[in-house]
């Protein structure tokens, strides 16, 4: 059996109002991603720590997501990058934060994680790193889009709090803003089961808009962010500070393996008893995890979550709270 989900970031209050204007791009990436991996894992041609990362690669080159370009842009104008990826068979793990310099964060962290050590790499010395190990350099000009300036713009004038602005999409084209509403979205995660059993996650992510210098959010946080292991893998996505301090990813992990067998549903209720866990902590968002034996959940309790999955050959897709054609 091989199964893989991936996500594209959560946020957002109220109700559902419909696709925007860019919305149709990001299906397209993620029915693209979903069809191109569980083709390659379902032949074996692909194992679950490669796929996680060409999934989580993939959704860095499309621009309308807040991972690799079109990054959102921190306080001082510039982007910076976090990802992480971990091997459940063994454990092993590999991190990247506040990266510059890369095309594709997700590949530097996989590096990382074949190097055996350290887990984790920061900032100058770990971009030269990745590029001396073979990652593809950027300018950080590069990174940034025409939407995410707009976003950038619309939040400093505002003087608006970090994230506010994340996914307006209409920001390039208006200049109203309300700063009490909540989309902080875009991150980008998969998890996957390949057909030996063996699971991985990857989450890849530019933080949110407006972010201090030298902040990290749960994403390259092994445990908060991202996990996996012989049971399970987790990638999670919203308010990262909130998924720290319950340390969101592993605590799902946790749950899972100790609730008693006669639970009809233990994976479901594990991911939403965690994501009640970081709500009172201003910590809304989702997540997506696949057990070794086959379950999988995409949960968010806020308005939207970008997310699809392919499982047998079926790929299904969805933003808001119903899944559609994608």
């Not at 700063?179 to 699971?199: M, P, S």
């Not at 609730?259 to 989702?286: C, H, M, S």
Request: hydrophobic share 35%; charged share 25%; aromatic share 6%.
């Amino acid at each position: 059996m091989a199964i893989i989900a991936i996500h594209g970031g959560a946020g957002g209050d109220g109700p559902w109002k419909g696709l925007t204007d860019l919305d149709p791009q990001r299906l397209e990436c993620l029915r693209n991603v979903l069809q191109t991996v569980g083709s390659a894992l379902e032949s074996g041609d692909i194992n679950a720590l490669e796929a996680s990362r060409i999934a989580v690669s993939m959704m860095e080159d499309e621009e309308l997501y807040n991972a690799g370009k079109g990054s959102v842009i921190a306080a001082d104008g510039s982007v910076t990058m976090d990802a992480s990826i971990m091997r459940g068979c063994d454990g092993a793990a590999g991190s990247i934060v506040n990266s510059r310099r890369l095309k594709n964060p997700i590949n530097a962290a996989e590096k990382i994680l074949q190097k055996g050590w350290p887990v984790m790499l920061n900032s100058e010395p770990a971009d030269s790193w990745a590029i001396e190990n073979g990652c593809k350099e950027v300018k950080n000009s590069d990174l940034i889009t025409n939407l995410r300036k707009a976003q950038w713009q619309k939040w400093k004038t505002a003087n608006a709090r970090p994230g506010s602005t994340d996914e307006d999409d209409n920001a390039a084209l208006d200049h109203d803003l309300d700063i009490e509403e909540d989309k902080q979205t875009g991150t980008v995660g998969a998890v996957v089961l390949d057909n030996e059993g063996r699971l991985a996650a990857a989450t890849s992510t530019g933080g949110m808009t407006g972010k201090p210098d030298g902040r990290i959010g749960d994403t390259p946080i092994i445990g908060a962010g991202t996990w996996a292991d012989q049971s399970v893998a987790v990638s999670c996505t919203g308010v990262g500070e909130a998924f720290i301090r319950v340390c969101a990813a592993h605590e799902v992990a946790n749950r899972y393996k100790n609730y008693f067998p006669t639970e009809k549903y233990p994976l479901e209720k594990a991911g939403i008893d965690v994501l009640e866990l970081v709500k009172p902590l201003n910590g809304r968002g989702g997540l997506i995890a696949v057990s070794r034996d086959g379950e999988l959940i995409l949960p968010f309790q806020t308005t939207l979550m970008y997310r699809g999955y392919w499982k047998s050959g079926k790929i299904e897709c969805g933003i808001g709270p119903d899944y559609i054609e994608c």
